[in-house]
């Protein structure tokens, strides 16, 4: 079965950088994209961008400011996404998911990962 | 960005109550709207896609309408496993955007 495994909750201080991982497993991982959505406590969720598990492509949210880079590694299934200059605003459940429709970049997205708790405080 | 506007924020229904969200969002995004389920803690769950599609897997009682710009989440007839908070999403442009939730609580 499709699964999505994200690391552990983070705890960084204001300015620092966090990266954090989302394992697939249970498809074929170069035939879909992978989101990165994130949702501050008690707020709607936010889009932050894809990368084309399949040829690396990478598309994210200019809300970002490019302090976003996605990334994956193939030979491990796995997908990164790392986010610079931290600040209390970057408090949130960042999760990772999939769409859900094969060699698209957009699509709705059918599988989640748990999600991981991102807290930055001094 | 476009923004979706969801309506209500917040509903209080019943055990076999059937309920509508809309969305609206701020200029057309065709058909490319999903709808997703969210439960305290837990990630999204996709109900609909292209507006109208069931996911698989998905009960029957959920159903959505919409193009354009005006968007509609129906449940025919609650169940308790409904109470939750239910986002829209347009992927017809970037950024990509949700709605801002309608809390579902029981009356």
């Known amino acids: 079965q499709v699964q999505l495994v994200q690391s552990g909750t983070e705890v960084k201080k204001p300015g620092s950088s966090v990266k954090l991982s989302c394992k697939a497993s249970g498809y074929t991982f170069t035939s879909y994209t992978i989101h990165w959505v994130r949702q501050a406590p008690g707020q709607r969720l936010e889009w932050m961008g894809w990368?084309?598990?399949?040829?690396?492509?990478?598309k994210s949210s200019q809300n970002f400011h490019d302090r976003i880079t996605i990334t994956r590694d193939t030979s491990a299934n796995i997908v990164y996404m790392e986010l610079n200059s931290l600040t209390s605003e970057d408090t949130a459940v960042y999760y990772c998911?999939?769409?859900?429709?094969?060699?698209?970049?957009?699509?709705?997205?059918?599988?989640w990962g748990q999600g991981t708790l991102v807290t930055v405080s001094s | 960005d476009i923004q979706m506007t969801q309506s209500p924020s917040t509903l209080s229904a019943s055990v076999g109550d059937r309920v509508t969200i809309t969305c609206r969002a701020s200029?057309?995004?065709?058909?490319?709207v999903a709808w997703y389920q969210q439960k305290a803690g837990k990630a999204p769950n996709l109900l609909i896609f292209k507006a109208s599609t069931l996911e698989t897997g998905v009960p029957s009682r959920f159903s959505g309408t919409g193009s354009g710009t005006e968007f509609t989440l129906i449940i025919s007839s609650l169940q308790p496993d409904d109470f939750a908070t239910y986002y829209c999403?347009?992927?017809?442009?970037?950024?990509?955007?949700f709605g801002q939730g309608t809390k579902l609580e029981i009356k």
């Open positions: 999403q347009q992927y017809d442009s970037y950024p990509l955007t």
């Open positions: 200029q057309s995004v065709s058909r490319w």
């Open positions: 998911a999939r769409v859900n429709v094969l060699f698209r970049p957009t699509a709705s997205l059918d599988y």
């Open positions: 990368i084309i598990a399949g040829n690396g492509n990478t």
